[in-house]
């Protein structure tokens, strides 16, 4: 008899005020203003893990929101994902008060440098007892690349090709640079580690140049969980190629199971297989323990949400100011070099007007909404389970913590009576509780090339190396 496939599920947020409900800051329950303290991430954490989640997925950006209405009024004024946080920064408080907890934590391979980038993984990696996840992302905002001194964003499938070079890099150190035996902690004979079991890298890519040791003895996974979320053609192959963990967006199970395909084979096509990647929709729940409790409840949210809000969000997301466009204006998405999947998705949907795209945003986000009592909600998500082809959900808050502490109380044990959710922790690192096979990547992903001795790398660091690190 084949065993029910459980539901994954990550807690979505970000490390600012306003994330994806915008306008719900202003809710009298909500706690997101508390975002630049301590306590507030401890007690997320706490929570979550309390809840059996697989994870806390931290999203991020660099820039902000200035292409509605060519300005940040609106993004200040209602907390548009600005001001925003490094959501690397949480993590060592909230894996001190949890034992189990994931950290899917944002980066993005246009604003880091893969060396620095590299060590940064490595020692959250050991702090958390292996337990981090990296949410590879590229950029998308025309603000970022200028505040980081370039004239524009590079072209969307340029800034692909330069994620592949990065992530060569990276696996080079996290995977090449130091043996398996190499740390030998050898008090009598004064050895920590054995130089000649540590290597120094030389990469010379079409995006990077680096030559060195990588500063990190090797942590608990190596290379962390590898998440990724872009859904165009180049976003699916640079997924089949990289990616564990996909984030997608999609209306109904129907949508994410075609999406499911598209990128299940792609992994197939880089040489890996279809269950080499879980896979995530983003998804909101209002739960209560009756329907006319849920329903009441998502009524009272409504009235606090900002549709306009949500719409300024997604013109940076599609690159499009739609505040130029009449209500019943046909809106023009061609020619974004932004997130290209988002502005296809809205024609697709037939959101062709500013009037059709407010309709979305009522809630102040686009994402599919679940709205009822526990047991229904549990039910819908087994529907999500089995005709989407999907692993899991990234959960969204609405209302901090609201939002997730009704879903634990209401929805978790619904889920874990039909056998779809678990009762307990496995052990072992982030990687072992998603995939069950080890720590560390398996050796068909592309990341093993780069393990010694299979990586053309340098000598050993006992010995000279030519050239000059870059």
């Known amino acids: 008899m084949t065993a029910l496939k459980p539901l994954r599920v990550n807690a979505f947020t970000m490390n600012c005020v306003g994330h994806i409900h915008h306008g719900l800051w202003t809710h009298p329950r909500d706690r997101s203003t508390d975002y630049n303290t301590i306590g507030y991430w401890t007690d997320i954490a706490q929570l979550l893990e309390r809840g059996l989640f697989d994870g806390l997925f931290i999203a991020d950006i660099v820039g902000s929101y200035d292409v509605y209405q060519g300005g940040l009024d609106l993004t200040l004024q209602e907390a548009i994902q600005l001001p925003a946080n490094d959501p690397w920064m949480l993590v060592s408080a909230m894996a001190a008060v949890t034992r189990h907890l994931g950290f899917g934590l944002t980066a993005s391979t246009s604003a880091e440098t893969p060396f620095t980038f590299a060590r940064k993984a490595s ?37 692909y090709d330069q994620a592949d070079d990065f992530l060569a890099l990276c696996y080079r150190l996290w995977e090449g640079s130091w043996e398996d035996g190499a740390v030998r902690k050898d008090r009598a004979r004064r050895i920590y580690a054995d130089p000649a079991q540590v290597h120094a890298i030389a990469h010379d890519g079409p995006f990077y140049r680096s030559q060195g040791v990588h500063m990190c003895e090797p942590s608990p996974q190596r290379t962390p969980v590898l998440y990724q979320a872009g859904t165009s053609g180049r976003g699916q192959r640079f997924a089949g190629e990289h990616a564990e963990c996909v984030f997608i967006a999609a209306n109904d199970p129907a949508a994410a199971r075609a999406t499911a395909g598209r990128l299940r084979q792609s992994l197939v096509a880089a040489g890996r297989r279809p269950e080499d990647v879980k896979i995530f929709v983003a998804l909101s729940v209002v739960a209560g323990a009756t329907e006319a409790e849920a329903r009441d409840r998502h009524a009272e949210y409504q009235r606090y949400a900002n549709p306009e809000a949500g719409l300024a969000h997604f013109a940076a997301s599609t690159g499009v100011d739609f505040a130029r466009y009449g209500l019943d204006d046909p809106i023009d998405y061609s020619g974004s070099n932004a997130i290209q999947s988002a502005g296809q998705t809205a024609q697709q949907r037939g959101w062709t007007t500013r009037r059709q795209l407010l309709r979305q945003f009522t809630l102040g986000s686009r994402y599919p909404t ?17 005709e989407g ?24 044990p619904e889920l874990q009576a039909r056998g779809r959710y678990r009762t307990a922790y496995d052990e072992g690192t982030l990687r072992q509780k998603l995939f069950g096979a080890g720590d560390h990547l398996p050796a068909r992903h592309p990341a093993q090339q780069a393990r010694w ?12 190396c030519a050239g000059s690190p870059a």
């Not at 950029?139 to 001194?149: E, F, K, P, Q, W």
């Open 453 to 464: 001795p299979t990586a053309a790398s340098a000598p050993p660091i006992n010995r000279s």
């Open 370 to 386: 679940l709205v009822g009592s526990g047991s229904q909600i549990a039910d819908e998500l087994v529907r999500w389970l089995d």
């Open 389 to 412: 082809d999907i692993d899991g959900i990234n959960l969204s808050r609405i209302v901090v913590p609201e939002t997730w502490a009704d879903f634990i109380d209401h929805v978790v």
């Open 123 to 159: 020692t959250l990696d050991q702090l958390t007892g292996g337990r981090l996840g990296w949410n590879i992302v590229t950029g998308y905002i025309d603000s970022g690349a200028r505040a980081l001194g370039h004239e524009r964003l590079v072209a969307h499938d340029l800034r």
